[in-house]
């Protein structure tokens, strides 16, 4: 059976409940994610949604009937067990769940189940009645003891009208997990503090200073960070971005906010990765009410915001510290002279005056710079790509302690 080496590879199965459609959604945010899926789908899964919906998204024939001699000949059922390095069933209804749990193979799914090897993830979805039975109960418990990842069910309004536990959780949660499964647990553990998102500093109830930053950089890092199994805090600035699940957020506003929550943390941590976009200077003053224009021309004082990365360089101990200088000219030079002032075991620099690396961008094109003076220049990546370089360098600083 053919495989990608390059890609992770997920075997989905479907199973024939009303949110099966929304595999489709998982399907596409698993490939989108780098994932080389394969789908297998039950026959009442089939009434749901058809098989050509998941061999568009995946690039792949969803197998038919187990019985056919040629398909068998193509592609067996041992042979996708043993290609999967995830399993992921989603939704998982009341009956495949009482089957899996008995070891019943009466399907190509539920065979599948018992010939894998690979780490299993379950999303159930059933009527909440159903999901409140005590047999049910009793299956999920007996596959959560055999390592089963139980994913769900969320609470909320289900298709037969009634409200309750029983609604497949959102694809998006899904997929995160499976790509938990999948990654490699090199920083299990380890307490991260990250920072991300820009920060405001008010001239007025309606004014501020801030910047074009929208986290997405260090919102990566801690999703990242968290899949290979750090302890992840977050010190978040105002974005409209989502943070990552599993981790601890700390939500600021002003730079002042976001170094007490930093320093008040930095104790517990083992690495801190400055990514925010932290402003230098706010207002002297900040007026209760809306300042008025009165024509004749107004002035704004402006002083220096504390310089959290240099706070905490001055009192490093053995935590491994990380900043980001965005610069718009001589990068390298500036983002060098920080990394000596401010006592930093690795800086990431980079231009945001270009188009495709910065604020507001899914890409960023960096370069890490160490105290001894090396100097890695990435290519243009995703700002996903860039965090798993970045958490690569921290691995291997906490392997030499």
């Known amino acids: 059976m053919e495989q990608n080496d390059d890609k992770q590879r997920v075997l989905l199965g479907i199973t024939g409940g009303i949110a099966a459609y929304k595999a489709a959604e998982l399907a596409s945010r698993l490939t989108q994610s780098g994932c080389d899926v394969r789908v297998v789908m039950s026959d009442h899964a089939r009434r749901f949604v058809g098989p050509l919906t998941f061999t568009a998204l995946t690039g ?16 067996s059922h041992i042979d996708l067990a043993r290609w999967a390095q995830a399993v992921v069933v989603a939704p998982a209804t009341a009956n495949f769940i009482a089957k899996a749990a008995m070891g019943l193979a009466d399907d190509l799914l539920s065979t599948i189940m018992l010939a894998t090897t690979a780490p299993v993830l379950i999303a159930p979805a059933m ?4 999901y409140a039975h ?32 029983g609604r497949m959780v959102e694809p998006a949660l899904i997929a995160e997990h499976v790509m938990e499964l999948l990654a490699d ?23 501020y200073l801030s910047n074009p930053s929208s986290g997405r ?17 977050l010190v978040l600035g105002p974005t409209h971005l989502e943070p990552p699940f599993g981790v601890e957020v700390v939500r600021v506003v002003s730079a002042q906010d976001m ?92 231009d945001v005056s270009a188009p495709d690396s910065g604020f507001a961008v899914e890409t960023n094109r960096v370069h890490f710079l160490t105290p001894d003076g090396e100097v890695e220049t990435l290519p243009l990546l995703s700002k996903q790509e860039v965090a798993q ?13």
């Not at 994913?151 to 298709?159: E, L, N, Q, R």
């Not at 920083?187 to 309606?206: F, K």
């Not at 370089?389 to 030499?400: I, M, N, P, S």
């Open 134 to 165: 005590p047999t049910v109960g009793e299956n999920l418990d007996r596959l959560s003891e055999r390592g089963v990842r139980l994913v769900g069910p969320a609470a909320g309004h289900t298709a037969c009208g009634e409200e309750g536990p």
């Open 389 to 401: 370089r970045l958490l690569d360098r921290v691995a291997r600083l906490l392997g030499q302690d």
């Open 185 to 207: 647990r090199d920083l299990e553990g380890v307490p991260i503090l990250v920072t991300a998102g820009p920060t405001r500093e008010h001239l007025d109830p309606v004014r």
């Open 259 to 350: 170094a007490e929550a930093v320093i008040y943390r930095a104790a517990d941590q083992k690495v801190i990765v400055k990514a925010a976009a932290v402003g230098d200077f706010r207002p002297e003053q900040c007026h209760p009410t809306k300042v008025k224009k009165t024509g004749q021309g107004e002035t704004c004082n402006l002083v220096a915001t504390t310089d959290i990365l240099a706070s905490l360089g001055r009192d490093k101990g053995e935590r491994i510290l990380v900043g980001f200088a965005a610069e718009t000219d001589e990068v390298l030079a500036h983002a060098g002279a920080k990394l000596a002032a401010k006592n930093l075991d690795l800086m990431v620099a980079n």
């Open 60 to 75: 792949h024939p969803v197998p038919g009937d187990w019985f056919d001699p040629d398909q068998e000949a193509t592609i």
């Open 217 to 233: 950089m260090g919102l990566e890092i801690a999703r990242m960070a968290r899949r290979r199994g750090a302890k992840v805090t």
């Open 127 to 130: 009527n909440p009645q159903m």
